[in-house]
């Protein structure tokens, strides 16, 4: 399944270095829970340790400014049959539960909100289509 699947994060470069690594980290869970085939597997060394891999291919993280980022997530709303999106609106980060985000969550427009970051793994064309002016995070 991920012989043509990219995937990549976008963050708001702005944002304190404690949350781009929480956004960064919210949106990799999210796209594993959504894309298994992603991360879901476990290696044993020859001492018989077992752990759970990481992912299976490379996360660039990119950067661009909130309204960028919206403009990249509204495009890519809907993603091709195998493909996900994953955005971290800011409005979340000042909910501690998910409850809370889950239930304002409908009252809210996504095309009007800060987005802090997004994560979107698909076929590598479609990746590539929306992310290829966007630069590394450094």
């Known amino acids: 399944m991920t012989d043509d699947i990219r995937l990549t994060i976008i963050v708001n470069p702005a944002l304190p270095l404690g949350l781009v690594a929480n956004t960064v980290g919210a949106i990799s869970i999210g796209l594993g829970a959504r894309m298994p085939a992603l991360a879901a597997r476990r290696l044993t060394d020859r001492e018989s340790r077992t752990?759970?891999?990481s992912s299976t291919l490379p996360v660039p993280i990119l950067?661009?400014?909130p309204d960028t980022i919206r403009a990249l997530m509204l495009k890519a709303l809907i993603p091709p049959q195998d493909g996900a999106i994953v955005p971290?609106?800011?409005?979340a980060r000042s909910l501690h539960d998910y409850r809370d985000?889950?239930?304002?969550f409908p009252g809210r427009d996504l095309a009007e909100e800060e987005i802090d970051g997004l994560g979107i793994a698909g076929p590598s064309k479609w990746i590539r289509s929306l992310t290829g002016s966007l630069k590394l995070l450094r």
């Open 101 to 104: 985000y889950e239930a304002a």
């Open 63 to 65: 950067q661009a400014e």
């Open 51 to 53: 752990i759970d891999i």
């Open 88 to 91: 971290f609106p800011a409005f």
